[in-house]
């Protein structure tokens, strides 16, 4: 692929220079802004979101992420729409979608109407800007902001209407088949995530021994084990702890992706207090657990000094135990039933277990040295593990390094694709498992990764 013959010098600062046939239009000229909100009908209106893979339409019936108390502000969106997040720009993963769908989006973010161009070239264009935050000259005040007029009076380059489609064409062959590659790898790290899980649950629910004699425990949940482990009530083994602490504890956050961590080192942060007056001290070997989402194993233990926000249990080992051990266990799918049924609440995601229901599940107690041979074992194949999904992670951030920079070359006219054959084909989009991904906040004026 090679460049335009000739080119002309923009105004633009992201874009020093585009095709010399190429115009450059203001955005006022393309986009109208729409206000329309859904006030009290918001049973027509599907929900939608603004995420890393687009506008896609959100599952109210599942329960995942969190919702506002009522829609009436929310924005009406159609198909062909376009909508951006105008504001704290550079912490924001996705800040411009093209939607297909009609529907309801957050009141926080700016709505157009799409007239006199490909809405398709116009979204590939933003997005490449979006892929480096390119806009930053357009910034105002702390949270980053562009100002509707500053952004309806910037100017865009506008290739000839055939043209627009050819790149359009071009880029979604072209992504297809990078999202294509992409997809094989993420299915390979899935399914080697899903081997890694089958050896943890066999390890930590029947040891490491595989000639040991197997009982049946009488607890439907735990069924098989060794011979030589024990049955008991958590209220054996743990009991809630509410320490005092000096103040200069660092400050820990709980996370199902990241695990128990120091909010400095948690990938997603959420807003936080700077009070902490009643939170609560963790020590090594702790068991902590987010309440509300312990029916997705949110237990996670530490190896070091901490405190942690009153709404999550933190308890304390009352016999000779890895919490570590405890942890994995309780992160396998028969323990997340368990403790989803012994939740209160009727809404998922606003199920709470009580210290009481904690205590009342039954579980396996393996000797000590036993427990600790298994947490060891488990380190080994987690590691194992990772090395190859690292490598193979760094493989689709290559990938992705390559669409980007594509959709950039093209859009922008750096290279000219309009003598280039284009198949017949069907866009393939990114997937990504989204199972457990509590990024999914669908918060007002909020993105969230998919």
Same mark, same amino acid.
């Given at each position: 692929?090679?460049?335009? !013959? ?9 874009? &020093? ?50 919702? &506002?108390?009522? $829609? ?14 105008? $504001?704290?720009?550079?912490?924001? !993963?996705?800040?411009?979608? *093209? ?8 009141? /926080? ?24 935050? /390119?806009?930053? &000259? %357009? ?17 865009? !380059?506008?290739? !000839? ?38 050896? *943890? ?20 949940? =735990?069924?098989?084990? &060794? ?17 005092? $602490? ?27 207090? /700077? ?11 702790? %068991? ?5 989402? /312990? ?33 994995? %266990? ?8 368990? $403790? ?9 995601? *606003? ?22 041979? =298994? ?13 190859? =999904? ?61």
């Amino acid at each position: 692929m090679k460049p335009y !013959p000739d080119y002309s010098i923009t105004p633009l600062p992201w874009l &020093p220079n585009i095709p010399a046939h190429w115009e450059l239009v203001r955005n006022k000229n393309i986009f109208e802004e729409t206000k329309d909100v859904v006030g009290d009908d918001i049973d027509a209106y599907p929900l939608l979101s603004l995420t890393t893979k687009g506008i896609i339409l959100r599952d109210m019936a599942s329960g995942k992420g969190k919702f &506002p108390k009522d $829609f009436n502000t929310y924005k009406i969106v159609k198909p062909g729409d376009m909508a951006f997040c105008l $504001f704290d720009i550079d912490e924001t !993963p996705r800040t411009v979608g *093209l939607s297909q769908y009609g529907g309801m989006l957050t009141g /926080a973010y700016t709505i157009f109407h799409v007239a006199n161009i490909n809405p398709h070239y116009a979204y590939y264009y933003y997005l490449s800007l979006d892929n480096v935050k /390119a806009m930053r &000259p %357009l910034y105002s005040g702390l949270r980053k902001t562009i100002n509707t007029g500053t952004f309806l009076s910037c100017k865009l !380059p506008l290739p !000839p209407r055939p043209e627009q489609d050819q790149i359009v064409r071009f880029l979604d062959w072209k992504v297809a088949s990078i999202n294509r590659l992409i997809n094989i790898k993420r299915a390979e790290i899935k399914r080697l995530e899903e081997l890694k899980l089958s050896q *943890l649950f066999t390890i930590v629910t029947q040891g490491l021994n595989k000639k040991v004699v197997l009982i049946d425990s009488g607890i439907e949940h =735990i069924g098989l084990i &060794p011979s030589h482990w024990k049955v008991l009530l958590n209220h054996r083994i743990y009991k809630e702890n509410c320490r005092s $602490f000096s103040g200069d504890e660092t400050v820990l956050s709980l996370s199902q992706k990241d695990g128990l961590l120091p909010y400095v080192e948690m990938k997603e942060r959420s807003l936080h207090t /700077a009070f902490y007056e009643n939170w609560k001290l963790v020590l090594p070997n702790d %068991l902590v657990l987010n309440r509300f989402k /312990a029916h997705l194993g949110v237990f996670f233990s530490l190896n070091y000094r901490g405190i942690v926000t009153f709404h999550y249990g933190v308890y304390e080992p009352i016999m000779k135990v890895s919490s570590k051990y405890y942890e994995v %266990l309780f992160h396998t799918p028969k323990y997340k039933q368990v $403790f989803a049924g012994a939740s209160n609440g009727m809404t998922v995601g *606003l199920q709470n277990l009580s210290n009481t229901n904690f205590y009342k599940v039954y579980t396996v107690y393996p000797p000590y040295e036993e427990q600790c041979a =298994i947490v060891a074992e488990i380190q080994k194949i987690e590691n194992e593990m990772q090395a190859i =999904i690292s490598t193979i992670s760094k493989e689709i951030g290559i990938l992705h390094e390559f669409k980007t920079r594509l959709i950039s070359d093209v859009v922008t006219g750096k290279i000219d694709v309009r003598g280039i054959e284009i198949p017949e084909c069907e866009f393939v989009e990114e997937t990504v498992d989204t199972e457990n991904d509590e990024s999914m906040e669908g918060m007002e004026g909020e993105t969230y990764e998919e």
